[in-house]
């Protein structure tokens, strides 16, 4: 009976400090790499509401860093290609988060009516667009570009980083025949399946910290 007590407190301290025993991202690296646990970070949305990325645990979740005024991110808004892979995201129970990391008087960055304009205008199927201001959370993930995109398990582990598809093009008609990667990582990840392409390069318009 004791040895089976002191078992049953080894497995719950094993399980509580399963995070801790998770593998770090190196502070050199260029992004997050698969494998690793993608960083924390809270952040509030348009409306003011305050999401934790840890909070998700137990879900996929998607980034995306956006800025309306950026020719790769417009190609993607104004053909309706993001919300209709933001839409099959949710649906399939995943997270999407979009995250705007533009500085206060730079490009992309929008307050008041503006923003509520701009995201009327862009009829986001994701679940929350997200405020850095400060551009910490971008700077945490390398984030480079916009688009640039991840897709974390439900462990919190990347499982993706880089470009939303294999078209680096501002051409609504390369969209056709483009492969998306956050769709395939999320798609072979949710089935138990190793995911195809981990990595990519990201293209876009530099983010404007």
Request: charged share 25%.
């Amino acid at each position: 009976m004791r040895m089976k007590s002191i078992y049953s407190a080894f497995a719950a301290a094993l399980f509580l400090s399963a995070p801790l025993l998770a593998k770090t991202q190196p502070a050199d690296a260029v992004a997050p790499r698969p494998g690793y646990l993608a960083p924390d970070f809270t952040l509030s949305d348009a409306a003011g509401k305050s999401h934790t990325l840890s909070a998700y645990r137990g879900k996929w979740v998607v980034l995306e860093w956006v800025n309306y005024d950026c020719p790769f991110v417009k190609k993607h808004y104004s053909s309706g290609n993001m919300q209709k892979h933001q839409k099959a995201a949710r649906e399939k129970g995943a997270v999407w988060l979009s995250i705007n990391s533009s500085a206060p008087g730079k490009q992309g960055h929008y307050e008041g009516e503006e923003l509520k304009m701009r995201l009327e205008g862009a009829e986001g199927q994701g679940d929350a667009y997200l405020l850095d201001t400060d551009g910490k959370a971008g700077k945490s993930y390398k984030a480079k570009t916009t688009p640039h995109m991840f897709v974390i398990d439900p462990a919190g582990k990347v499982v993706y980083a880089g470009a939303i598809d294999d078209r680096p093009t501002i051409d609504k008609a390369d969209l056709k025949d483009a492969e998306n990667y956050v769709a395939a990582a999320l798609e072979a990840g949710m089935a138990g399946k190793p995911v195809k392409t981990a990595t990519s390069t990201a293209y876009g318009c530099g983010i404007k910290y």
